[in-house]
Structures are given as structure tokens and as C-alpha cells.
């Protein structure tokens, strides 16, 4: 059993700033990769920010320069420090992790029941 447990969502003004954090728990042999995504109402679930075992980011375009993603891999967590935010980031933002529960290194996808980010005046 593994839960993806966030925090930080909330409601702020534009050009202000929210951390979401992200703890993975439960059987956790090793992580692969922890993201970010969001989906805003009416549109489909799309990548934020993800974060490989190695350190490797890979970043929406349209939050490059604002957003940015860390990982402490002692604890299992994952942070998505968002900066300078916008209206048109309200979403929920889900936190992903890719995972594996045992040695065989079967990987497995899993989601966070997600938190409301509102950026509005």
C-alpha cells in the first residue's frame, strides 16, 4: 500500500507565491520519478514538473523561470516551489510518483488525491 499525502494548496493573489509538498509512504522499495501535475476545469491533466532519482527536471513551458521543483529522497518527498504565480495556474495539482513496491523493480504509477491552487485577486 503506498500513499502519495499533499500539502500547501491554497488560495493566493497574482504575483504571489505557494510550496506544495508532497510524502510518499507506505511499501516503497525505490522511486523512479515524482511530478507534479495539474488540471485546470474543462482541460486535460498536464505535467508540471517532475524530478528523476538522479536529479534530472523536466519542466512545463509555461512555468519555466517560475516554478521549481526539488526532491528529498531521505524522506520520500517531493516540493514544488511556485513563484510569481498567475490566474491561469488555478488548478488542482496532483503530486505522481513512479515507483516500485518490491525488488523485482516492477514500476507503478501513483497519484496523490490532490490539493486547489486559486490565483486570484
Known amino acids: 500500500q503506498v500513499q502519495l499525502v499533499e500539502s500547501g494548496g491554497g488560495l493566493v493573489q497574482p504575483g504571489g507565491s505557494l510550496r506544495l509538498s508532497c510524502a510518499a509512504s507506505?511499501?516503497?522499495?525505490?522511486?523512479?520519478?515524482m511530478g507534479w501535475y495539474r488540471q485546470a476545469p474543462g482541460k486535460e491533466r498536464e505535467l508540471v514538473a517532475s524530478i528523476s532519482g538522479d536529479g534530472n527536471t523536466n519542466v512545463a513551458d509555461s512555468v519555466k523561470g517560475r516554478f521549481t521543483i526539488s526532491r528529498d529522497y531521505a524522506k520520500n518527498t517531493v516540493h514544488l516551489q511556485m513563484n510569481s504565480l498567475k490566474p491561469e495556474d488555478t488548478a488542482v495539482y496532483y503530486c505522481?510518483?513512479?515507483?516500485?513496491?518490491?525488488?523485482?523493480?516492477?514500476?507503478?504509477?501513483?497519484w496523490g488525491q490532490g490539493t486547489q491552487v486559486t490565483v486570484s485577486s
Open positions: 507506505g511499501t516503497i522499495f525505490s522511486i523512479y520519478v
Open positions: 505522481n510518483a513512479i515507483l516500485s513496491t518490491t525488488a523485482s523493480r516492477i514500476r507503478n504509477n501513483y
